[in-house]
């Protein structure tokens, strides 16, 4: 049973719109959650994080948007950039003493000039 | 950037040989983590480790084993490879916080 879903596999946006990348989950227990970039051939990069006790945290022209009732995240990227134009995975943390992580199955952002 | 270095970066072996896979971290973190990266399943955890020789299994750990004799060094086996092994692998950091850090990734093909 997969705990943390991304159901659009891709997402195609103009330059200089906002870019909305969806991230459902299931667990109601977890306390973190973040998003992570990836560029073929290379290792995932950390981009934003939130606390469960907040509903958004924002960070230049990224911006992530919790809503608990719906057990849903979004991020936010605006304006959008060919260089985001990436896979992204959000990532969720029960907490505790091993910082581990669940992943969703990821989006590609394409942003096209 | 974070300090972790995976080697080797890419591997080709043959069905039924033993294969170790690398992953190095300068920033002495006491968290260590072993995904493979599949189509249609992002990051899957295989073990991790809390600490020198304290590690666990995570949610695909059948065919892999681990260990960590130095708080720098987390080594992935796969004792026997097999074709559905083939994958990207990826090792992560994390220390305090919850944020992970990912080193380049190693892409292993077994024939």
């Known amino acids: 049973d997969q705990q943390v879903k991304q159901n659009s596999p891709s997402l195609s946006v103009q330059e200089g719109r906002i870019s909305i990348l969806n991230c459902d989950y299931t667990?109601?227990?977890?306390?973190?959650f973040l998003w992570y970039k990836k560029y073929p051939a290379e290792g995932p990069t950390f981009l934003i994080s939130?606390?469960?006790?907040?509903d958004k945290n924002e960070d230049g022209r990224f911006t992530v948007f919790l809503n608990k009732s719906a057990k849903h995240l979004s991020l936010h990227i605006v304006p959008s950039q060919p260089g985001d134009s990436a896979v992204y995975f959000c990532a969720a943390s029960h907490g505790g003493a091993t910082n581990k992580l669940i992943f969703g199955t990821g989006t590609l952002l394409a942003v096209q000039p | 950037d974070a300090g972790i270095t995976q080697s080797p970066r890419h591997k080709v072996t043959e069905t039924g040989t033993p294969v170790t896979l690398r992953c190095h971290q300068t920033e002495n973190h006491r968290y260590m983590y072993w995904y493979r990266q599949d189509p249609g399943h992002g990051l899957r955890l295989i073990h991790y480790s809390y600490g020198v020789k304290d590690t666990d299994k995570g949610e695909v750990s059948d065919g892999y084993s681990v260990s960590r004799s130095k708080t720098e060094d987390f080594l992935l086996t796969l004792e026997s490879a097999t074709s559905s092994q083939t994958s990207v692998y990826f090792c992560?950091?994390?220390?305090?916080?919850?944020?992970?850090?990912f080193g380049p990734g190693t892409r292993l093909t077994v024939l």
């Open positions: 992560a950091i994390s220390g305090d916080r919850v944020e992970q850090f």
């Open positions: 667990n109601s227990m977890f306390d973190y």
């Open positions: 939130i606390s469960s006790i907040k």
